[in-house]
């Protein structure tokens, strides 16, 4: 008994609790990462390939409506190209200086 517990703490000094803990934080970010990545790399859906759809029929934003086009082309689209195609919309949207209708008529 006493040797299965003088090579049980040879066994726990030679490997700390810590590490082992850090191991478990480690894979577990790991898993996360690749659960994100699988989770982008998948096809879109019917609902997001009408905006898609949509976003290239529009013209307020040129550069958006080039991507979908391009997007339009591919056989399928992944959720990555359609989250880029959606913040390009976002950015060139929020950029995108929108004035008042004037009157031809009416003086200043």
Same mark, same amino acid.
């Given at each position: ?7 049980? *703490? ?9 590490? =082992?803990?850090? $191991?478990?934080?480690?894979?577990? =970010?790991?898993?996360?990462? =690749? ?9 879109i859906n019917a609902? *997001?390939?009408?905006?898609?759809? *949509? ?20 056989e399928s689209i992944?959720? =990555?190209? $359609? ?26």
């Open positions: 008994m006493r040797k299965f517990k003088a090579y049980f *703490q040879k066994l726990y000094s030679s490997f700390p609790m810590e590490n =082992i803990l850090n $191991y478990c934080v480690i894979s577990m =970010i790991s898993i996360i990462l =690749i659960v994100a990545a699988l989770a982008l790399l998948r096809p609902e *997001q390939y009408r905006l898609v759809t *949509q976003y290239s029929k529009q013209a307020t934003c040129p550069k958006t409506q080039k991507i979908a086009v391009q997007l339009q082309h591919q992944k959720r =990555i190209e $359609y989250l880029r195609l959606l913040r390009a919309y976002h950015f060139e949207n929020s950029h995108v200086k929108k004035y008042p209708a004037v009157d031809i008529a009416d003086p200043e």
